[in-house]
């Protein structure tokens, strides 16, 4: 075995026995992987070695935590994932128009992680779900019914499904939208929220004109 062998070896051995040390790496291999995505757009690829470099982690320790380059993005994706469910499940108590506008806001906030599901989408080998809280929603909508807070005839559970397609696609766009338009970042969500609430606050025949 050559001294460079050697020293990877014994590198790992000594991370997997501080469990605290390994917990540290992954995480900065995962903001490392972000901050490169970002800075470089998906085309590029991600190149191990770089996220090796820029986290401050032994190469060899990417491959013995992940394996590849697929399951560290989707162990990056997976970290921001809890952040994400708690944002939006604050929201389960709105009615629903109000927690469609908050859906997109915090999407709107998670921008890196929502790049990150588009990429991994387009790696056909790679499942993402897009609706982790398809269920709660689900439930939500029932007790919207049973109150006489939505109106009848219309598919509630397609109303989140575009609306999810609607925020995933102004998250990926938006900058793109911004520059094309002379419009303000802030100016673009603010206007693209008024105008999504355009859309559904008619679907509480309660709401009347409020927001």
């Known amino acids: 075995m050559s001294d460079a062998e050697h020293s990877t070896s014994i590198d790992l051995v000594e991370d997997d026995e501080h469990p605290s040390s390994r917990a540290a790496s992954e ?5 490392a992987a972000l901050a490169l995505l970002k800075e470089n757009g998906a085309l590029a690829g991600l ?6 470099n ?24 997976k970290r921001d994932l809890g952040a994400r469910l ?3 499940g604050e929201g389960g108590s709105l009615d629903f128009p109000k927690r469609v506008r908050q859906l997109l806001r ?4 998670h921008e890196d992680a929502i790049q990150l599901a588009t990429l991994l989408l387009l790696d056909k080998d790679t499942p993402v779900t897009l609706m982790p809280l398809l269920e709660d929603w689900r439930k939500n909508i029932e007790r919207d019914r049973k109150k006489g807070r939505l109106k009848e005839g219309f598919d509630e559970e397609a109303m989140v499904m ?10 990926l766009f938006r900058s793109q939208l911004a520059r094309e338009t002379g419009t303000p970042l802030p100016d673009l969500d603010w206007r693209i929220d008024e105008a999504l609430g355009v859309l559904v606050e008619g679907l509480d025949p309660t709401s009347g004109t409020s927001r």
């Open 27 to 31: 995480a900065a291999l995962e903001r």
């Open 47 to 52: 190149n191990l070695r770089e996220v090796a």
């Open 54 to 77: 820029r986290a401050g982690v032994n190469r060899g320790l990417v491959y013995h935590y992940y394996g590849s380059r697929q399951n560290l993005l989707r162990s990056a994706l």
């Open 86 to 88: 708690a944002e939006i």
């Open 106 to 109: 915090t999407l709107t906030g």
């Open 162 to 171: 575009l609306v999810t397609c609607l925020a995933y696609g102004f998250v």
